[in-house]
């Protein structure tokens, strides 16, 4: 469900309370001129570095390249969303405002467009129904904790992550999510939960380790993309799911074995019903 839909709905629940109990609503919130602000972050020189991006409806870029910790630009038109940086030592926020009165229907502009740098971190992104593009390849992520809303994302990583990467999490709702070079990642383990929605985990890369990862979704449709020369095993489970994979792969009741070299991939996939596609 999209923000402007949610937006209307809570509009009109609290219209219809006001109506019978003679409630105050509060007023509505007016989209104005465009303001550009500049983030920088600097390096907080702390063995334990904690990230958190915390991001609401709107467009989120991130890439490597800065310099410090963060550095980019926010654009936003409504000033409630203004964003403010907390620093706690080596835990760094930087979250969006949240909105004093009713939020506009439409015409909000809220982008942020961020550069992280090479520092050894945890991140973690919370987000509602937004876009996300989302370019952490070359970083040094120990760990990674994405949890969003009804959102549209590409996360990738085009290079290797330069730390081992303990836990790779990612929760969302109904969504359209395509995780791609995972394999760069480094992680040990993966743990990915979903509901109604369009999933694509790419495991294109160099696998440096045995890695086991976890897959839950609703009714939806899964692609499991996983080069042919990688050892995998993926286990189903879930009477209800219609299941395609290439010529590469073996099947033994619900386990579907591929035959690889190096590090190996053990994926257990749990589906309510749906479309699998294990693919190279």
Same mark, same amino acid.
């Given at each position: 469900?999209?923000?402007?839909?949610?937006?209307?709905?809570?509009?009109?629940?609290?219209?219809?309370?006001?109506?019978?109990?003679?409630? =105050?609503? $509060?007023?509505?919130?007016?989209?104005?001129?465009?303001?550009?602000?500049?983030?920088?972050?600097?390096? &907080?020189?702390?063995?334990?570095?904690?990230?958190?991006?915390?991001?609401?409806?709107?467009?989120?870029?991130?890439?490597?390249?800065?310099?410090?910790?963060?550095?980019?630009?926010?654009?936003?038109?409504? $000033?409630?969303?203004? &964003?403010?940086?907390?620093?706690?030592?080596?835990?760094?926020?930087?979250?969006?405002?949240?909105?004093?009165?009713?939020?506009?229907?439409?015409?909000?502009?809220?982008?942020?467009?961020?550069?992280?740098?090479?520092?050894?971190?945890?991140?973690?992104?919370?987000?509602?129904?937004?876009?996300? =593009?989302?370019?952490?390849?070359?970083?040094?992520?120990?760990?990674?904790?994405?949890?969003?809303?009804?959102?549209?994302?590409?996360?990738?990583?085009?290079? $290797?992550?330069?730390?081992?990467?303990?836990?790779?999490?990612?929760?969302?709702?109904?969504?359209?999510?395509?995780?791609?070079?995972?394999?760069?990642?480094?992680?040990?383990?993966?743990?990915?939960?979903?509901?109604?929605?369009?999933?694509?985990?790419?495991?294109?890369?160099?696998?440096?380790?045995?890695?086991?990862?976890?897959?839950?979704?609703?009714?939806?449709?899964?692609?499991?993309?996983? $080069?042919?020369?990688? =050892?995998?095993?993926?286990?189903?489970?879930?009477?209800?799911?219609?299941?395609?994979?290439?010529?590469?792969?073996?099947?033994?009741?619900?386990?579907?074995?591929?035959?690889?070299?190096?590090?190996?991939?053990?994926?257990?996939?749990?589906?309510?019903?749906?479309?699998?596609?294990?693919?190279?």
């Amino acid at each position: 469900m999209s923000a402007k839909i949610i937006s209307a709905i809570l509009v009109l629940a609290l219209a219809s309370l006001a109506c019978g109990f003679g409630i =105050d609503l $509060p007023e509505r919130e007016n989209a104005g001129q465009e303001v550009t602000e500049s983030i920088a972050v600097a390096n &907080p020189q702390s063995e334990d570095t904690h990230l958190t991006l915390s991001f609401g409806a709107g467009k989120l870029k991130l890439s490597p390249g800065a310099t410090d910790l963060v550095d980019g630009t926010v654009i936003y038109n409504v $000033p409630d969303l203004k &964003p403010e940086i907390v620093k706690d030592g080596g835990d760094i926020q930087i979250r969006q405002g949240d909105f004093q009165g009713l939020p506009p229907l439409d015409k909000i502009k809220n982008e942020w467009q961020l550069q992280l740098g090479n520092t050894p971190m945890d991140l973690t992104i919370k987000a509602g129904a937004y876009e996300g =593009d989302l370019e952490l390849g070359g970083l040094a992520l120990k760990s990674l904790t994405v949890r969003d809303g009804a959102s549209n994302v590409n996360l990738s990583f085009g290079q $290797p992550n330069k730390a081992e990467m303990s836990m790779l999490r990612y929760e969302t709702g109904a969504s359209s999510v395509k995780l791609e070079g995972l394999a760069n990642a480094n992680f040990s383990t993966l743990a990915f939960s979903g509901g109604a929605g369009n999933y694509t985990l790419d495991f294109s890369g160099a696998l440096r380790r045995d890695a086991v990862v976890t897959i839950e979704a609703g009714l939806g449709d899964l692609s499991l993309v996983i $080069p042919e020369d990688v =050892d995998a095993l993926v286990t189903v489970e879930g009477m209800a799911v219609n299941i395609n994979h290439s010529s590469s792969w073996s099947q033994n009741g619900q386990k579907y074995v591929q035959e690889g070299s190096g590090p190996a991939l053990n994926i257990l996939v749990k589906m309510s019903a749906g479309n699998l596609v294990i693919s190279d």
